[in-house]
């Protein structure tokens, strides 16, 4: 078993910035990619970045390109995310998801471990 705690959301203006850390622990070893999803109120989870956890690959959702960055460290088995210029569109409860295996990226079924979730709002 993998357990995941984030943490780093809050309240924030529009254009402004936050960093969302996610704490992996247990089974770490197993883990070949871990991501971060997206729900906000009334609609379906979506996929936000993802890392390959060996290779440090990076993978992104067009609605955060280029103003996201996803970094891991292994040494202390976590993630972080540096959001930017952010909007009230980006208002959600953001998940820190991780996967055993390299079957996909952006499908939340891909994920086999998932964090309880830390709420950003963006105020306009």
């Known amino acids: 078993q993998v357990q995941l705690v984030e943490s780093g959301g809050g309240l924030v203006q529009a254009g402004g910035s936050l960093r969302l850390s996610c704490a992996a622990s247990?089974?770490?070893?197993?883990?070949?990619?871990m991501g971060w999803f997206r729900q906000a109120p009334g609609k379906e989870r979506e996929f936000v970045a993802a890392?390959?956890?060996?290779?440090?690959?990076?993978y992104y959702a067009d609605s955060v390109k280029g103003r996201s960055a996803i970094s891991r460290d292994n040494a202390k088995n976590t993630v972080n995310r540096q959001m930017n210029r952010l909007n009230p569109e980006d208002t959600a409860v953001y998940y820190c998801?991780?996967?055993?295996?390299?079957?996909?990226?952006?499908?939340?079924?891909?994920?086999?471990?998932w964090g309880q979730g830390t709420q950003v709002t963006v105020s306009s």
């Open positions: 247990g089974r770490t070893f197993s883990l070949y990619r």
């Open positions: 890392i390959s956890w060996p290779g440090g690959n990076t």
């Open positions: 998801a991780a996967a055993r295996r390299a079957i996909g990226i952006q499908g939340p079924n891909e994920y086999d471990y």
